[in-house]
């Protein structure tokens, strides 16, 4: 007994279908009915554009793992992303305005993950109301309007280059490693997998499950805190509304990439091409002139597909 | 030690059922803003702000009184604004057309409903969790609706439909009327009807309720195709009151819903709770947003207040559940 597994072993090959297919059809549809799809810019592109979307759904498989949600995600996002532009506006730093967002991103992740462990509030609940929180707070910060004459040193992060790769992309890969490294080669990492999978044994084991959830949300704030200087120096200002609903796209590369939202597995390279999928679907259907109305509908529709398909899994 | 085991087994005999008391509670928070925001506003108390705290409660009310049977099934619809932006925009554009309000309104009612039996649906037939399946649906019926209205406004309705909204009967705003209609059908149907109380049952235990006989696939997609409805309703009213359209108007509307919901003292875990809880939340909710409004206070903080109290709705519940345990 006391050998029983406490991981629930991720089954990669198993999954690498799903979302891959969604990929590769994904990819060969726009190639076909998208003038310039395959382009190298319109590629690179599609990453650029992809980089924001993976430092949030990478701490959002984390949570989802724990059989948790983040709604507030989007909107903690849009409220760093003001910290970083009014931060370095009256600074001059941008490293102080990264600084802000994360301290500011970090605390509402905590406190996401104190309603949640500690008060035993709904996870989608407990984070609908510090949604509600951060888009006020936004709004106050912000007097409604947007944060502009914001220094060149956070403009440039968005369009530098390193070894000839836009440093957007070289943060999101050193990311994914990070979260590569803390979930399948740390205790903290199969402590994850414990929190979805079996949370009674790391009572057992003396460790508090509680403790341990607090620190995914607040992974989860601290990423948005990041991801807030990328969307304030993409927009070169700071808006009021500039991250609301992206929660929504992490949620669906999440989905798509396979992680259960109720059996406490996870697996990040299935939401790495889950991001990819979200954002080739997003700039293929922006080539073919639909309204961005259009491709929220279809993000949409794709997380209810992706859900059904996890629930016939999980019954099989 | 045998008064302790006799209270547990037998709990003291009172007048008032559990229900009443926590309603008779919440009428005494409310009575209580009223006292402060009398005392801090002078305005507070002419005739026309409170009627103006009615028409708006009522407007919050008939969006949460359906949210409120999803509820005690333990159940979340996160789509009822988003569902209020599109029933609103299609009924408008059919009233433009045809020049039937009658038309617009049938059909913004079946739009809404339409929306919540394909919620009903994902959560009955494909069992996806109702907080994630109406979040999806959030989007694509934003999505919907954007595309649909393409940065268009409706405006200009018939002013026997702007009645519904703004006019007046006997001094009272006509909305205040359908707000007591709907309270009464909301309460008989929930307490007084065979379906009502297999909702609850569903709610406190859908093991058992589906054990003991009850439909329950077929409850479920009745309550949320009811909450489409009532959403429906509301973008009706909605429209009549702004006589205009938008395709933006829902997205500050689900948060107050589901603040009153739990303010009125619906579990988030079901079987626990009334309708006509839920009006005096949505009475609640609106003194304070009206106060603040009184008091010049910003509307940016309307999202940080209400964000505030529906997480301390949630964990005053969950106190007091845990106590009676």
Known sequence: ?316 | MTDITKETIMPPRSFLSQDAIQVFYRLLAALLICAVLAVLSDSFLSLGNILNVLRQASLTFFIASGLTLVVLTAGLDLSVGANVALSACIAGTVIHKTGSPALGILTGLACGGVVGLLNGVMVTALRIPSFIATYGMLWVLNGLTYWYMAGETLHGFPAGFRQIGSGYLFGLPIPVYLLLVFLGIGTFFAQRTIWGQEIYAIGANPVAARLSGIPVARRLLLVYTVSGIMAGLASIIFLSRLNSAEADIGESLTLPAIAAVLIGGTSLFGGVGTVFGTFIGALILTLVLNGMNLLSVSANWQPLVTGIIVILAVWLDMKTRRRAQ
């Open chain 1, 1 to 316: 007994m006391r050998e029983a597994a406490v991981v629930s072993t991720p089954n990669p090959l198993q999954r690498i279908p799903g979302v891959a297919i969604v990929l590769v059809l994904l990819v060969a549809l726009f190639s076909v009915i998208a003038p310039g799809f395959l382009s190298v810019a319109n590629l690179s592109n599609v990453l650029v554009q992809s980089t924001i979307l993976t430092m949030l759904a990478l701490p959002m498989t984390l949570i989802i793992m724990t059989e948790g949600l983040d709604l507030s995600m989007g909107a903690v996002l849009t409220l760093t992303s003001l910290c970083v532009a009014i931060v370095s506006l009256a600074t001059k730093s941008m490293l102080l305005g990264l600084g802000a967002g994360l301290l500011v991103g970090a605390a509402f992740g905590v406190a996401n993950g104190w309603l949640v462990a500690i008060l035993g509030i709904p996870p989608f609940v407990a984070t609908l109301g510090t949604l509600g929180m951060a888009q006020g707070l936004s709004l106050i910060v912000s007097d409604g309007q947007s944060v502009v004459g914001i220094p060149h040193s956070v403009r440039d992060i968005y369009s530098a280059t390193l070894l000839g790769i836009p440093v957007p992309i070289v943060m999101a890969l050193v990311t994914y490693a990070a979260f590569h490294g803390l979930l399948y080669h740390t205790r903290f990492g199969t402590y994850i997998f414990a929190l979805g999978g079996n949370r009674e044994a790391l009572r057992y084991a003396g460790l508090s499950p509680n403790k341990l959830l607090i620190a995914v949300y607040a992974i989860g704030g601290a990423m948005a805190g990041i991801a807030g200087l990328l969307m304030t120096a993409r927009m070169n200002s700071g808006h009021p509304t500039a991250g609301l609903g992206l929660e929504f796209d992490a949620i669906a590369a999440v989905a798509v990439g396979g992680t259960s939202f109720e059996r406490g597995n996870g697996w990040l390279l299935g939401t790495l091409l889950g991001v990819l999928s979200v954002g080739v679907l997003r700039n293929g259907l922006n080539l073919i002139s639909l309204p961005s109305s259009v491709q929220v509908a279809s993000v949409g529709v794709l997380v209810i597909v992706a859900l059904f398909l996890d629930g016939l899994r999980s019954r099989a």
